[in-house]
């Protein structure tokens, strides 16, 4: 058996355990920039608020119906996301995390348990340490477990577990989901299945696996052995090393000045170097772009890109942030109005398959230690505490936030304030 647990409506729900009054009130929490709602309350569901709707569409409602709208404060979801995790590995031998609030956990040495007692614990556990609500669901496979999460949000929101037990309670499940709404259903796909009458998970179970497999590769016949209790969906335990890492963003206004776009350059190529450390990678090249708006009829565009090869693969910050300003300087063009840059690193490789140069006289062992405890204190105490004087402090180029919340649990100038 297999279990999927999946916090409910995530971003809005770390914002309301933090500020109590917002109970019983819809809640929002807008994309970067603030620009469309990327998650909703149940209560902001209620109101007809759609996923990606623009924020400008939803001011009305803030007077009308008391909503409440937020920035993304990922930040403080990523630490709560990560306190989620802990504790759900607490539970069981193998983990595997799907997102940033999913993760699916492996119920085989878990033979004679009751799991559906294991998991109202599981929800129960979660929601008093942490104080975020949870949906669990349980079922024979990867997929039947993503179904019977799906089916007690539906069925039993009160409850908040399903388990599919047997074969009654499977059937009962897959009959009431709808071709679109199974996992690794996509819509065309799903069109695909209506043409030819196949309407619900249970009438998809019951195709023959040489029709699916003819239309639907062998990727639909993995999903018809999920559907019928066979595990085919293998899981994913170590995430394999990504083969480009980039890191872009559109800026809070639009800029113009070239030292304030360098030193948003500079903190990319940053970030970029720390996550090829976190990943023990090299990268080989670097992808160096600027962009104007294209949105902007009336304004001059522009938009170019150049690669720029590394003299040798590494993750250290300095060289990769020198090679991403030689790119910028090539690319950037004075005058013009720029909307975002970006730089992607390509050609990556383990760490211990970068090629040394012959007349590298950097000392690579004592760069990698220095970062490596800067790493770890920025870690601990706060991102970029700890930085190159070439990113910088001032940050005019950051995306727009004008309705971010505090970062209750990372920060400690931000702590709760609880008055008695």
Same mark, same amino acid.
């Given at each position: 058996?297999?279990?999927?647990?999946?916090?409910?409506?995530?971003?809005?729900?770390?914002?309301?355990?933090?500020?109590?009054?917002?109970?019983?009130?819809?809640?929002?929490?807008?994309?970067?920039?603030?620009?469309?709602?990327?998650?909703?309350?149940?209560?902001?569901?209620?109101?007809?608020?759609?996923?990606?709707?623009? $924020?400008?569409?939803?001011?009305?409602?803030?007077? !009308?119906?008391?909503? *409440?709208?937020?920035? @993304? =404060?990922? /930040? #403080?979801?990523?630490?709560?996301?990560?306190?989620?995790?802990?504790?759900?590995?607490?539970?069981?031998?193998?983990?595997?995390?799907?997102?940033?609030?999913?993760?699916?956990?492996?119920?085989?040495?878990?033979?004679?348990?009751?799991?559906?007692?294991?998991?109202?614990?599981?929800?129960?556990?979660?929601?008093?340490?942490?104080?975020?609500?949870?949906?669990?669901?349980?079922?024979?496979?990867?997929?039947?477990?993503?179904? $019977?999460?799906?089916?007690?949000?539906?069925?039993? !929101?009160?409850?908040? *577990?399903?388990?599919? @037990? =047997?074969? /009654? #309670?499977?059937?009962?499940?897959?009959?009431?989901?709808?071709?679109?709404?199974?996992?690794?259903?996509?819509?065309?796909?799903?069109?695909?299945?209506?043409?030819?009458?196949?309407?619900?998970?249970?009438?998809?179970?019951?195709?023959?696996?040489?029709?699916?497999?003819?239309?639907?590769?062998?990727?639909?016949?993995?999903?018809?052995?999920?559907?019928?209790?066979?595990?085919?969906?293998?899981?994913?335990?170590?995430?394999?090393?990504?083969?480009?890492?980039?890191?872009?963003?559109?800026?809070?206004?639009?800029?113009?000045?070239? =030292?304030?776009?360098?030193?948003?350059?500079?903190?990319?190529?940053?970030?970029?170097?720390?996550?090829?450390?976190?990943?023990?990678?090299?990268?080989?090249?670097?992808?160096?772009?600027?962009?104007?708006?294209?949105?902007?009829?009336?304004?001059?565009?522009?938009?170019?890109?150049?690669?720029?090869?590394?003299?040798?693969?590494?993750?250290?910050?300095?060289?990769?942030?020198?090679?991403?300003?030689?790119?910028?300087?090539?690319?950037?063009?004075?005058?013009?109005?720029?909307?975002?840059?970006?730089?992607?690193?390509?050609?990556?490789?383990?760490? =211990?398959?970068?090629?040394?140069?012959?007349?590298?006289?950097?000392?690579?062992?004592?760069?990698?230690?220095?970062?490596?405890?800067?790493?770890?204190?920025?870690?601990?105490?706060?991102?970029?505490?700890?930085?190159?004087?070439?990113?910088?402090?001032?940050?005019?180029?950051?995306?727009?936030?004008?309705?971010?919340?505090?970062?209750?649990?990372?920060?400690?100038?931000?702590?709760?304030?609880?008055?008695?």
């Amino acid at each position: 058996m297999y279990a999927l647990v999946d916090c409910n409506n995530f971003y809005c729900s770390c914002e309301k355990l933090f500020q109590p009054k917002l109970d019983g009130k819809p809640v929002i929490v807008l994309s970067n920039n603030d620009g469309c709602a990327i998650a909703r309350s149940d209560e902001a569901k209620a109101l007809g608020i759609d996923m990606g709707t623009p $924020a400008f569409m939803v001011e009305h409602l803030v007077k !009308k119906h008391d909503l *409440v709208i937020f920035s @993304s =404060n990922y /930040t #403080l979801y990523g630490d709560m996301s990560d306190r989620v995790m802990k504790t759900l590995s607490e539970f069981v031998p193998q983990m595997e995390i799907y997102s940033i609030d999913e993760a699916f956990l492996d119920m085989h040495d878990l033979a004679g348990k009751d799991l559906l007692k294991l998991g109202l614990h599981i929800k129960a556990t979660i929601w008093r340490n942490i104080g975020i609500p949870v949906t669990v669901g349980i079922g024979a496979t990867k997929v039947l477990a993503k179904m $019977a999460n799906r089916h007690a949000k539906k069925t039993m !929101k009160d409850v908040g *577990v399903y388990w599919a @037990s =047997n074969e /009654t #309670l499977t059937n009962e499940m897959m009959r009431s989901t709808l071709v679109g709404d199974i996992w690794g259903v996509g819509h065309q796909y799903a069109l695909f299945l209506k043409r030819h009458q196949v309407n619900t998970a249970y009438e998809m179970k019951t195709v023959s696996a040489e029709w699916i497999r003819k239309r639907m590769t062998v990727m639909g016949q993995r999903l018809l052995n999920e559907l019928n209790g066979v595990p085919s969906i293998a899981w994913d335990l170590d995430p394999k090393p990504r083969k480009n890492i980039c890191h872009s963003r559109s800026f809070g206004c639009l800029m113009t000045d070239r =030292n304030e776009i360098r030193e948003a350059m500079c903190n990319y190529a940053a970030n970029i170097a720390l996550k090829l450390r976190e990943q023990k990678t090299f990268a080989g090249s670097l992808q160096v772009f600027v962009q104007t708006n294209p949105h902007k009829n009336d304004h001059e565009q522009y938009m170019r890109s150049v690669i720029v090869h590394l003299d040798r693969p590494t993750n250290l910050a300095g060289a990769i942030i020198k090679q991403a300003v030689k790119g910028f300087d090539i690319v950037f063009k004075d005058g013009l109005k720029y909307m975002k840059c970006g730089i992607t690193a390509m050609n990556i490789v383990p760490e =211990n398959a970068g090629q040394s140069s012959l007349f590298d006289q950097t000392d690579k062992s004592k760069n990698s230690v220095l970062l490596k405890e800067m790493d770890k204190i920025n870690k601990s105490i706060g991102r970029d505490v700890v930085r190159m004087a070439v990113q910088g402090y001032e940050r005019k180029y950051r995306m727009r936030a004008d309705r971010l919340s505090k970062q209750y649990t990372t920060d400690i100038t931000q702590l709760l304030n609880v008055k008695i």
